[in-house]
């Protein structure tokens, strides 16, 4: 009878069984002060108060054999690699992870500060305001390294487990005109509203943490909106944190990069959309769960990009040109002084026993790459996110790259880049997917 009951007790808990344990912590990254504001180039002034709170949020994971990993969430438009690199550089030297084992993913609010120096040739920006984010910047590589550690220090017993949900507000937006494609509303374009949730959970059953995903630009808000928040994704993961007192509710981006919420440019509708993803996570949390198990297994790739060839007379023409932007002209400066032929780009695989891999690609990649890896790798569960470890740019599929638009064209200025990929891009993501893939033991 004893022995039945333990086995039972065993089956019951077969990752705290295993000697799984995790830890999570938050560290406040919001901004002392007014601060330029990332992602939208109309702003002409720095932010003005704070609706909500900016956090780091950091999960790890100690599967008892194998490796540790570390995850950070964080409430900002996207890490450059200069800033990401350095966060993993201190942790290896700290802590032992390695950086195959070490996801950073940030949010892609356009209510949060410029993390420098990603999309500042966006505006002609004051000298004292660049200081501010070069501040900021060094300031943020230290909170990051202090998730990290925090959430080590907190590993103690778990069960990790995980499921699907779903919310339906991301919608399409490359929008087909007259003129091509422009950033609007497009029904009948590819999305992917699936809500991947894990569940971290003390022996007792108490939820310690939530790690939850979407594919869906975090851009409620609209560049007339100068209060610092984490706009849907921020109210979603403040929600779930009151919901579950003490938890540490983790939000990762997506594929996302064509993807918009669907109606935008209120408060309000951050709020509906943030709530919705909160009770879908609560939904899926209290529902039949699958258990996630070490260990794990981690592998990074990095390839590089290569943008199509550029003569100099296009830079000289945009500096000739009274008319063009400060976006425009900070890039013409940027290429006539120093070519830039392509980009490092990585893909990182986190595949937890045989139960799920987590796939996670650099820069603002569209949900093709998404739809496509799912497509490829069946039969194991799979989350594909994108805006991990570093973001240079929107990363579009073959396909958004031959259609044109802002996911192809226009944001390469921003992001102070020479101009659209060469043909060719979608295949070099997937070789280095192909490879990652494969060294976490799956095939297609
Ligand atoms: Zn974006």
Known sequence: MMRRLLLLLFAALPACAAGLRAGAARVDITPDGPIWMSGYASRNHPSEGVRQRLFA??????????????????????????????????????????????????????????????????????ADEETKLREYAVRLTGDLVTAAGNALADLAPAQLSFGFGEVGFAVNRREPSARGIR?????????????????????????????????????????????????????????????????????????EGDQNPNPRSTVELAEQHGHALAAEVHRVLNGDLRPLRGPVRAAWVETRLRFAPQPRSVYE??????????????????????????????????????????????????????????REYTGEPLVVAAYSNSVMCYIPSERVLAEGGYEAVDNLVYYGQPGPFAPGVETSVFDAIHQAMKRVGRSK
Request: glycine share 8%; with cysteine.
């Open 317 to 374: 023409a945009d500096l000739a040109n009274p008319k063009a932007s400060p976006a425009l002209r900070n890039r013409a400066r940027k290429m006539l002084a120093s070519p830039v032929t392509g980009v490092a780009y990585p893909v990182q695989a986190l595949r937890f026993a045989h139960d799920l891999t987590l796939l996670a690609l650099g820069g603002e990649a569209v949900v093709d790459y998404d739809l496509r890896a799912k």
């Open 57 to 126: 949020r950091a999960l790890a994971i100690d599967p008892g054999s194998g490796g540790r990993v570390v995850i950070i969430s964080t409430d900002l438009v996207g890490l450059p690699a200069s800033i990401a690199d350095e966060v993993a550089a201190r942790v290896r030297n700290r802590f032992g992870i390695e950086r195959a084992r070490l996801l950073l993913n940030s949010s892609h609010t356009h209510t949060g500060p410029v993390v420098w120096p990603n999309l500042a040739a966006m505006w002609d920006l004051p």
């Open 183 to 255: 950033i609007g509303v497009n029904p009948a374009g590819p999305v992917d509203h699936q809500v991947p949730v894990i569940k971290v959970a003390a022996p007792d059953g108490r939820v310690r943490a939530v790690l939850f995903a979407y594919a869906c630009h975090n851009t409620t808000l609209t560049g007339d909106s100068y209060q610092l928040s984490g706009d849907y994704a921020g109210v979603a993961e403040a929600q779930l944190e009151s919901d579950y007192p003490g938890a540490t509710a983790l939000f990762l981006s997506l594929c």
